[in-house]
């Protein structure tokens, strides 16, 4: 099956996208006196939140361009959901879904935005003050970090 | 008197490393080197957490597996199981750390994380053993 030539590019646009790493912002905006009153009000949580978000419509384009990843790619799908779920944040996505030119395509861009979501969400383990979420954040990191080979496993086959 | 979460977290390395020289001695070729690998990676996750500790923790003689480990299958199995146990370990590690040191938990979870799925684990949200 051949690579579609914009491969690079769409990986690129969706990597700076979908993983939320442009949040650096998030650092310096949670220094503030008042404690956090749970997820719901931390910058943290809703600036994954959003990632996450981005995230689960990236899935969702991908299986419906792509209808024979489903059975591959839904369990993959729910885990995000719970992620979006556990962070108690009603978000909108940071980016719109990317194409892709064929399923393997699509199979490769997701393992390489999970690598890339999995480092943004360490960054936002470390600047979040609230160590409940800081937790939740550093499970959420090694669920995405796991997820890179699960997909990477789906091209061997 | 209860533990404190680095205290656990190289307690839990020192169970790890004692389960890959039994998951070591199960398994043969690429699986070997596997368990080679994560041996020498949990080594060296258990100096550098001793050594940012305040306390020396002492590793058991030997360690109660939550199953019977006596052939490839089950050694496989016990390595899903202790790389997943460590994500949680470490996740607590995070919360009570703050800097470099939680961003090194967090690495060394996403590593534990990744290494359960090479044996064969599933993906999890919330990965625990």
């Known amino acids: ?157 | 008197m209860s533990i404190t979460p680095i205290e656990a977290a190289i307690s839990g390395e020192d169970a790890c490393i004692y389960a890959y020289g039994v998951i070591g001695s199960q398994v043969r070729g690429a699986s070997k080197a596997r368990a080679r690998k994560a041996l020498v990676d949990h080594r060296a996750w258990r100096d550098r957490l001793q050594s940012q500790a305040p306390v020396i923790v002492a590793a058991s003689i030997a360690y109660d597996f939550p199953f019977p480990v006596e052939d490839a299958e089950s050694a496989k199995l016990l390595a899903v199981f202790v790389e997943n146990r460590m994500v949680g370990q470490y996740a607590d590690l995070a919360a009570s750390a703050a800097g470099t040191a939680r961003e090194d938990a967090v690495t060394a979870a996403m590593e534990c994380a990744t290494r359960a799925i090479a044996w064969g684990g599933m993906t999890q949200a919330f990965p625990q053993a």
């Open chain 1, 1 to 157: 099956m051949p690579v579609g030539v914009d491969q690079h590019v769409s990986r690129r646009a969706v990597l700076a996208a979908a993983a939320g790493i442009a949040g650096a912002g998030v650092l310096t905006a949670c220094g503030g006196s008042t404690p956090a009153s749970g997820p719901a009000s931390d910058p943290v949580a809703a600036e994954v939140a959003g990632a996450e978000q981005a995230l689960i419509a990236q899935y969702q384009a991908f299986i419906t361009a792509f209808p024979q990843l489903s059975a591959e790619l839904k369990p993959i799908l729910d885990q995000h959901g719970d992620h979006l779920k556990a962070l108690g944040v009603t978000a909108t996505a940071t980016a719109s879904p990317v194409a892709a030119s064929d399923a393997r395509t699509a199979v490769a861009v997701l393992a390489d935005v999970e690598r890339e979501a999995a480092k943004a969400r360490r960054a936002s383990c470390v600047a979040a003050t609230d160590p409940g979420l800081a937790r939740l954040l550093a499970l959420i990191a090694a669920s995405e970090a796991s997820h890179a080979p699960a997909l990477t496993e789906m091209l061997a086959t």
